[in-house]
């Protein structure tokens, strides 16, 4: 992907898709290439991926099919799947916001979904293992002129065009002072792309700390979701692969060599600050 920093910049989700435009066969083509490389996330679980084209299912099944009424007039959608273990759904996050770039660059909208959405008959399209989880899907599609009033109202609730400001998201060495754009240095592009990251209800819940020796350590802050859908998918995991992805990406283009990992030691202990769950630290590599 070229220009990456833009295209995170151009992704927002789509709810209302242009039933008139289909997408091109090249544009098509493209996009399945993709779906069908190995996945795999920096928490090591693979994670597959499919298309669906909701034209090639049957009338029976595809009224199961359902989005609640929140996505319009989309033909496709890309569903996923991964075995329930500590960290994959990090990595369901990670790889799928992958493909939702990878669709943004090819000028194709996308909405990510892990709650209104028919969890049941999407996974059945998935031939789901006993492990597996299906933990979100999107739509796939070209977005239509005119937003309908849900989809208005939705953008509204959530406040998506709104990010939480640096100083409520990074923070410095000590755990308490933040740590501002001009302090980070050659990592300042690679935070901007967290802070602009999709998450469930756009609740952020995001934070990094920047330790003395230059490591970024990702914490999740609660208030977790209070129902989880089907009791199984935690989407703020989601979330976290998905920033895990736009640091990768960014620092990988400004060639920023580095990789995440998980440091036992700190799962356990105490958060420096109240109400953080760790998730994974990231490392330059010198
Ligand atoms: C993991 C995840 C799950 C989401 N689930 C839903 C959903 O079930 N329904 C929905 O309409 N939007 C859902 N969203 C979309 C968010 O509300 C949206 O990304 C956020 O408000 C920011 O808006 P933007 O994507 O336009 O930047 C989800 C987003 C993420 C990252």
Redesign the pocket.
């Known amino acids: 992907m070229q220009n990456i920093m833009e295209i995170i910049k151009k ?3 789509i ?1 209302t898709y242009d039933e008139k435009r289909p997408i091109e066969g090249d544009i098509l083509a493209q996009l399945e290439e993709k779906v069908q490389e190995k996945h795999v996330g920096p928490m090591n679980h693979q994670v597959r991926f499919r298309l669906l084209d909701m034209g090639k299912v049957s009338g029976q099944e595809l009224k199961k099919l359902g989005t609640y009424g ?1 996505i319009k007039g989309a033909r496709f959608f890309l569903l996923g799947a991964v075995e329930e273990k500590e960290g994959s759904l990090e990595d369901y ?1 990670y790889c799928m916001e992958k493909l939702v770039l990878e669709s943004t660059a090819l000028g194709l909208g996308t ?7 028919r969890r049941s008959s999407f996974a059945k399209q998935m031939e789901l293992g006993p492990e597996e989880l299906l933990p ?1 899907i999107t739509p796939v599609g070209y977005s239509a002129e005119r937003k309908r009033f849900v989809e208005r109202l ?2 509204a609730g ?1 406040r ?2 709104k990010r939480k400001p640096w100083d409520k998201l990074f923070i410095g060495p000590d755990g308490l002072l933040p740590l501002p754009p001009e302090k980070a240095g050659k990592y300042q592009e690679v935070l901007e792309a967290v802070r602009l990251a ?5 609740l952020q819940p995001w934070r990094i700390i920047r330790d003395e020796d230059g490591d970024f350590h990702l914490y999740l802050k609660g208030k977790r979701e209070g129902k989880r859908p089907e009791g199984r998918v935690d ?1 703020q995991k ?2 976290m692969g ?1 920033a895990m992805c736009h640091f990768d990406l960014v620092a990988e283009e400004k060639g920023i060599e580095g990789n995440w990992h998980r440091i036992e030691a700190l799962k356990d202990s105490e958060p420096p600050l109240g109400n953080l769950e760790y998730i994974s630290t990231w490392k330059e590599r010198v």
Not at 111 to 117: A, Q, R
Request: proline share 4%.
């Open positions: 992704r927002e989700s709810r929140v996050g909405c990510w979904l892990s709650g209104t959405f979100a939705f953008k959530t998506s065009d999709p998450s469930t209800r756009n989407s989601i979330d998905i």
